[in-house]
């Protein structure tokens, strides 16, 4: 059954946000436990975080007989309409949402979240979840990350990497490069050869993620700071964003980029890849999972984008995930798709899940947007 509508906890991710159902104590789990509480995520059901949630969903069940019924939605449905899914009847109790501003903030803002302070005092999250890895689970009243209030808990971190076909750069007799500049000369020697060598998208997030990359080659933790957390003025002459963009213009001049990519989404760029259309491609580790169990054509490699000094916007973050449990334990689980990482699952399995979701709706505030990332 579904308990009170509406009211999502929102645990936190590095790049996304796993949103949770907060937890009560014992005696309201005795007085009135649902027989199921539903989460919609939109992680392909080969990625890791997914795995390891659905293993931590069983043990969470057999500890209290609360069934986890998970429902997959795509990121764009939940990215968009997210406050509308939690602002209806047929609100998720838990739902995954992207971290930060404009994202999470945004439905923190909007009386949507329930406040999980009461229980990150219970649990000691604050105890295990510090600094950078906190920031992007607390809110302020403005929405803005690093704030006061928990909404969530982060639940596991995504990383940008760049994925080589090394079928077709041995079929070119080319090297993966592993400078800037060999990355550069690579993608031109391609151009040469008639192949346009870089898998992106700009009807959704692909282009950004790649002009992130090379705004990271020249940021700093100063830049980042007031671009994430607007602890100052963000600079739109700096080194890091004007050389970015005109790099993205002149790529796409030179034909490293095809000028299709405007009508392409993200989703058109990770089959085309796994199809073998593509030489590189540079995307999350969110589509890791998906190449490891689809891609059966060529070998392929991963690397960090040569120079990038932030791979992921929040780099350290830990993957774990939190979930409410009377009796603390720990254990690992390591998720069949993900063959170089372990999500250390810190499980303190409770039956008062529900509680936090019996609160009533606060008031809608002022909305914030900003781009992802």
């Known amino acids: 059954m579904n308990i009170k509508r509406g009211l999502a906890a929102i645990a936190v991710a590095a790049v996304s946000l796993t949103s949770l159902a907060a937890c009560g104590n014992d005696s309201a789990q005795d007085s009135e436990k649902p027989e199921s509480l539903s989460f919609w995520y939109y992680e392909e059901d080969d990625a890791g975080q997914t795995q390891a949630w659905k293993r931590a969903a069983k043990a ?34 838990l739902m995954e949402s992207n971290r930060g501003n404009g994202s999470s903030g945004v439905l923190s803002t909007m009386g949507l979240l329930t406040d999980l302070g009461d229980y990150v005092k219970q649990y000691g999250w604050d105890k295990k979840v510090t600094g950078a890895n906190a920031a992007v689970a607390k809110y302020g009243d403005d929405g803005i990350m690093n704030g006061d209030t928990w909404y969530g808990m982060t639940s596991y971190a995504e990383y940008q990497r760049v994925y080589y076909n090394k079928d077709l750069f041995a079929k070119y007799g080319l090297e993966i490069p592993t400078t800037y500049d060999e990355f550069v000369d690579v993608c031109q020697q391609f151009v040469d050869k008639g ?53 993205i213009k002149d790529w796409l001049d030179k034909g490293f980029i095809s000028r299709n990519a405007t009508g392409m989404k993200a989703e058109d760029t990770t089959q085309a890849f796994i199809k ?77 899940m529900q509680e936090a979701s019996r609160s009533p709706r606060i008031s809608t505030r002022s909305l914030m947007r900003e781009a992802r990332p």
């Not at 007989?65 to 429902?71: A, C, L, Q, S």
């Not at 003025?233 to 004007?242: E, F, G, I, Q, R």
């Not at 250390?344 to 039956?351: K, L, N």
């Open 60 to 93: 969470f069940e057999k500890e209290t007989g609360v069934k986890i019924k998970f429902e997959r939605k795509s990121f764009t449905q939940i990215a968009q309409n997210g406050s509308q899914f939690l602002n209806s009847d047929e609100a998720p109790d």
């Open 195 to 247: 192949v346009t060598p870089i898998a992106a998208d700009a009807q959704e997030y692909g282009v950004m993620w790649l002009w992130w990359q090379l705004v990271s080659r020249n940021a700093d933790s100063k830049f980042i700071d007031n671009w994430q957390l607007y602890k100052g003025d963000v600079n739109w002459n700096s080194k890091a964003l004007t050389e970015a963009t005109n790099t």
């Open 276 to 352: 073998g259309e593509y030489p590189i491609y540079q995307t999350g580790t969110w589509n890791q999972g998906r190449f490891v169990k689809q891609i059966t054509s060529f070998d392929w490699d991963a690397a960090v984008m040569p120079e990038s000094n932030y791979a992921s916007p929040l780099p350290s973050v830990a993957r774990a995930i939190c979930w409410s449990f009377p009796r603390s334990r720990t254990t690992r689980i390591c998720p069949p798709s993900s063959s170089t990482m372990c999500f250390p699952v810190m499980c303190r399995i409770s039956s008062a």
